[in-house]
C-alpha cells in the first residue's frame, strides 16, 4: 500500500514540498516590516514572487488596496488549480468539493455588499474569476436586487435551502453574518460528506486538519457571539453540525453558557485539545487586553501546526494538497498586515505581532 501511495502522490508531494520552501522566512518578515513606508515596501518585495502579482499597483501614490487583495487571492486560486492536476482519481471528488469555498467567497461578497457591508460598486472587483459556468453564475448573482433575489437564483438547491433557513435570524438581527454562517455550514457540511468516502491516510490526515477547522470556526462563532450579547439558542443555529468537530455538543454547551469570557477560556484549556488557545487568550484577560485580542492570530497558530505536521515523514496522502494551501492562505495574511501596517507607520514590532510563521 505504501509504494501505491508514493506512486500516486509522488508527483503531488514533490511540488507542494518544492512550493512550500519559497514561503517567507522568520528573517524575511524582520526586514520587510523594517520598511520605511510603502514605496520601500515595494523595493523589497520586488525581489519576491509577489513583485509579479502586485507590483504594478504598488507602485501608485495612493495604492487601491481592495485590488492588491483581489490579485493576491486571485493568485492564490490559479495556483490551487495548477497543481490540482497531480490529485490522483480517488482524491478528486474531495479536492473538487474543497474548490467550491471560491464561489462560495463570491456569494458572501455579494450578499455582504447587499446587504451594504460592502459598497456595492466595490464588491465586483473583489469577485474571483473561476471556471467558465461559475464566472456566468457569480455575474448573475450580482445583479440580484437583494438578499432574497440572490438566493432564488442560486442554483445549488443545498446552498439554496441553508441560506432560506437563515432569512429569519438575518431579518431579525438585520446582520448579513446568519447568511455568512450558512454559506459555511453548506461548505463544511459538503467536505465533511466526502471525507466520509476517503480511505486510510487519506482519511486520517485530511480529517486531522478539517476536523481542525471545523472546531476553531465554533469556537470563533460562540467567542464572537457571546462579544454581542446573543441568545444561546441563536448560536447554536449557527455552529457548524458535523460529527468531525473536535467539540463535543456537551463542550458546545458549555462555552455557550459559560457566565464570562474567562470561564469560557478555563473550559476551552481544562476540556478540549485546544489547550495552547484558551491559555493564550487568559493571558491575554490576566494583560488587561480585550477578550479577543489577537484570536486570529491565535486561531491561525493552532491550525498551522496541524498543517505543518502534515508535511512530516512521508506525505504521501490527499492532506497534503489543502495543508500547503492553508499555509499559503495564511501567508496572504502575513502580506496583508505588513502592507496595511506599514501604510498606517506601524512599528516594526507591532506588524510582526500580527505575523503567523508558517
Not at 448573482?141 to 437583494?146: F, G, M, P, T
Not at 486510510?200 to 476553531?216: M, N, P, Y
Not at 497558530?301 to 505543518?308: D, F, G, M, R
Not at 508535511?311 to 496572504?332: H, M, Q, T, V, Y
Request: aromatic residues 10%; proline residues 2%; charged residues 25%.
Amino acid at each position: 500500500m505504501m509504494i501505491k501511495n508514493a506512486q500516486e502522490y509522488g508527483a503531488l508531494n514533490v511540488h507542494m514540498r518544492a512550493q512550500r520552501t519559497e514561503f517567507f522566512s522568520a528573517g524575511t518578515y524582520n526586514l520587510l516590516a523594517s520598511a520605511s513606508d510603502f514605496d520601500n515596501l515595494h523595493q523589497m518585495l520586488a525581489n519576491t514572487k509577489y513583485n509579479d502579482i502586485i507590483g504594478s499597483e504598488m507602485v501608485k501614490k495612493h495604492p487601491d488596496l481592495i485590488e492588491i487583495d483581489r490579485r493576491l487571492v486571485q493568485n492564490f486560486v490559479d495556483q490551487y488549480n495548477q497543481f490540482r492536476k497531480y490529485i490522483p482519481k480517488r482524491g478528486q471528488s474531495f479536492i473538487a468539493a474543497d474548490s467550491k469555498s471560491y464561489f462560495l467567497n463570491n456569494v458572501k461578497v455579494i450578499l455582504s455588499a447587499l446587504h451594504g457591508a460592502n459598497r456595492y460598486e466595490e464588491a465586483k472587483g473583489m469577485l474571483l474569476s473561476l471556471t467558465e459556468n461559475e464566472n456566468i453564475e457569480t455575474e448573475h448573482l450580482y445583479k440580484s436586487r437583494d438578499v432574497e433575489d440572490l438566493i432564488s437564483r442560486l442554483s445549488n438547491e443545498k446552498l439554496r435551502e441553508s441560506l432560506e433557513n437563515a432569512l429569519g435570524e438575518y431579518r431579525f438581527l438585520d446582520l448579513v453574518y446568519p447568511l455568512i454562517v450558512a454559506v459555511d455550514q453548506y461548505y463544511y457540511g459538503t467536505i465533511c460528506k466526502e471525507l466520509t468516502n476517503l480511505k486510510g491516510e487519506d482519511q486520517l490526515k485530511t480529517k486531522s486538519l478539517f476536523a481542525t477547522r471545523v472546531g476553531l470556526q465554533n469556537i470563533e462563532i460562540i467567542l464572537r457571539a457571546k462579544a454581542f450579547s446573543t441568545q444561546p439558542g441563536i448560536i447554536k443555529k449557527w455552529l457548524i453540525a458535523t460529527k468531525f468537530c473536535p467539540l463535543r455538543a456537551n463542550i458546545h454547551e458549555k462555552l455557550i453558557t459559560a457566565q464570562d469570557f474567562e470561564h469560557t477560556f478555563q473550559i476551552l484549556r481544562d476540556e478540549t485539545t485546544f489547550r495552547t488557545l484558551a491559555i493564550k487568550l487568559l493571558t491575554n484577560l490576566e494583560e488587561g487586553f480585550a477578550p479577543l485580542e489577537n484570536y486570529d492570530n491565535y486561531a491561525d497558530q493552532e491550525i498551522v501546526h496541524i498543517a505543518n505536521s502534515i508535511f512530516r515523514g512521508a506525505s504521501f496522502n490527499l492532506a497534503i494538497f489543502p495543508a500547503f494551501f492553508i499555509l499559503k492562505e495564511i501567508e496572504l495574511r502575513n502580506l496583508r498586515s505588513l502592507i496595511l501596517g506599514v501604510i498606517n507607520k506601524r512599528s516594526a514590532n507591532d506588524i510582526l505581532d500580527k505575523i503567523v510563521l508558517v
